[in-house]
């Protein structure tokens, strides 16, 4: 698929559930230093794999989640 989107986004306590246009679940995890941790599959169940993390300084974390969520082919 090349004109994915993302469909749906929900926070959670810790993080974000995102739902991409093909059916498939990701989320984001905030880590208490202020990095986060990018994960296809979903936060309460495997399997879990993970995309990227986050570095501190990232302002917009969401933003960057969902463009690497977008661009993820795993």
Known sequence: MTDLTITDTEAFP??????????RPFFMRLNQDGSASV??????????DGISDLAVNVVDKVAKAKSLILTYRG
């Open 14 to 23: 810790g993080g974000y559930t995102f739902r991409r246009s093909d059916g």
């Open 39 to 48: 994960f296809a599959g979903m936060p309460d169940r495997p399997p879990q």
